[in-house]
């Protein structure tokens, strides 16, 4: 399992004073009141920052970065990952799972037949949809509905569907 959990993505700056724009990866944006630590990891490196300060707008959540003070630092962080560490990461109810978790997790159907694995799960608005890839590089997506997805095994790292009429046509 991931030591660090992505939260969101830094999109851009916003005002002078060094906050970032914070692209959401949860499901509830509140998460953000709590954080007092993140990790910024961009391509060549990881940085640890305290939160000064969360703000919400719209779709993204403000950041105040402790040493982010000016817009010009804040742009150095854009198309940055915000993670944090595993431990500090908000309790799961029965049955919930990081997507990190998932990802690279086989992908069975429920005859038995290997479909290959998770490669990434991305969320449409309505429902999430996972990419699975096989070992040939083809895609399939499947909607994150019970009557696709029947069982993710985190402990298993298996993810066993249901493929519907219709679904791989």
């Known amino acids: 399992m991931q030591k660090n959990l992505e939260i969101g993505q830094i999109v851009n700056t916003f005002g002078i004073k060094g906050f970032v ?13 709590d954080l007092e630590e993140v990790f910024v990891k961009s391509k060549k490196d990881i940085t640890t920052y305290k939160v000064e300060e969360v ?17 010009e630092r804040a742009e150095t962080l854009r198309n940055s990952y915000m993670e944090v560490d595993r431990e500090h990461a908000i309790e799961l109810e029965e049955g919930e799972y990081f997507i990190a978790d998932v990802l690279g997790s086989k992908v069975v159907t429920d005859e038995g037949e290997e479909l290959g694995f998770v490669d990434d799960i991305y969320n449409t608005g309505s429902n999430d949809i996972y ?6 590089g083809k895609q399939i997506l499947l909607p994150s509905i019970p009557e696709v997805i029947l069982d993710v095994n985190v402990e298993e790292s298996k993810v066993t569907v249901h493929i519907i009429e219709g679904l791989l046509n």
């Open 131 to 136: 990419v699975v890839k096989n070992e040939l």
């Open 55 to 71: 703000k919400y707008q719209k779709n993204v959540v403000l950041v105040k970065l402790k040493g982010i003070d000016t817009v």
């Open 21 to 33: 724009k914070v692209k959401p990866f949860v499901n509830d944006v509140s998460r953000f009141d």
